[in-house]
């Protein structure tokens, strides 16, 4: 099936998706005995939360040819995230994982079960150019660049498409150390994606080991000499520093909340409120004023995408 010009994409992205059991009580894992079953994934939560809002967005990946393969694609046909490019591959497992509950505002507990995974079999033969081509804006994550060579192969070869057809590009490093051979390696690969795109969305922690700065001036300096448009760097309870090309700097504050139930999303809800904003033609403050937002949501409910709000509980003005 090829997309028409009628169902153009505004945003296309690629990752995996991986069946979530979240601990319906807290304290160690081991000694769950129940849990409920959610849908994971940093790439699809922003497909999720860009769905949400009302844009027309595709998701692209590899699912196993079984019930947590099932459940995902149902879970994007709810969720209106187009998925004619998901691939169900019968020889490879779909990932999932086991998350422990917390009610005290801390990390909790992720314990993954990927290895080997249909998403971990993506390659450049994935890349539809097609059905790309016909997207607005591409974005990525260091998550789909870290679960395998062929996966990073075509996070490297769509970057390079759409960059050549000129369409925009977001990037969130979105750091995971113990996928990548070594930290070395992980910091030239992404920094190689980094480069491609026109917005740049490292947290102050991950800028320092990318960078080797730890003042978001330089890390925006550190991208923005590689030809990227506009970074912006989330400095925690402060909210987000940014700076562009034109030399436009500033610090967005963050929007405060007491009720932080689960912090795993906050940067994919951040990356929602950038990318949404941007594509329709609203100003980098007012982005990342919602991207605040929209983190600020994500961050009061269990599950990674649960707290990713529609257009009418976004409540913009």
Not at 99 to 126: C, I, M, N, Q, T
Not at 157 to 165: R, V
Not at 303 to 317: H, I, K, Q, V, W
Request: net charge negative; with cysteine.
């Amino acid at each position: 099936m090829t997309i028409t010009e009628n169902s153009a994409l505004d945003a296309v992205t690629i990752g995996e998706a991986m069946a979530m059991f979240v601990a319906s009580e807290t304290g160690d894992l081991a000694a769950a005995g129940h849990f409920v079953k959610r849908i994971a994934g940093a790439e699809l939560n922003v497909a999720i939360g860009l769905a949400r809002l009302g844009l027309k967005v595709g998701w692209v990946s590899r699912v196993g040819d079984d019930s947590f393969g099932r459940y995902t694609c149902q879970q994007l046909k709810k969720e209106g995230v187009d998925h004619q490019q998901v691939i169900v591959d019968p020889r490879y497992p779909t990932g999932f994982q086991l998350k422990s509950k917390v009610d005290d505002g801390s990390d909790p507990l992720v314990e993954y079960f990927r290895k080997g995974s249909a998403a971990s079999h993506l390659s450049p033969d994935d890349f539809n150019p097609d059905y790309f081509g016909a997207a607005r804006h591409l974005h990525l994550s260091g998550v789909s660049a870290a679960i395998s060579a062929s996966s990073l192969a075509l996070s490297k070869y769509a970057a390079q498409e759409m960059k050549k057809m000129g369409k925009s590009i977001s990037f969130d490093p979105n750091l995971r150390p113990v996928l990548w051979p070594s930290e070395r390696e992980m910091v030239e690969q992404l920094n190689y994606l980094a480069g491609y795109a026109d917005w740049v969305l490292p947290g102050i922690s991950e800028g320092k080991i990318l960078t080797g700065h730890d003042q978001p001036e330089a890390i925006a300096d550190f991208y923005l000499d590689k030809g990227v448009k506009a970074v912006i760097v989330k400095t925690g309870c402060d909210g987000a520093w940014y700076k562009t090309s034109a030399g436009e700097k500033g610090q967005v504050a963050a929007i405060k909340t007491e009720n932080v139930v689960d912090t795993v999303g906050a940067g994919d809800g951040f990356a929602v409120g950038i990318i949404s904003a941007l594509l329709e033609g609203r100003t980098l403050p007012q982005a990342i004023t919602r991207g605040n937002k929209i983190g600020s949501l994500a961050i009061q409910v269990i599950g990674d995408s649960e707290g990713l709000p529609t257009r009418a509980e976004l409540g913009e003005e």
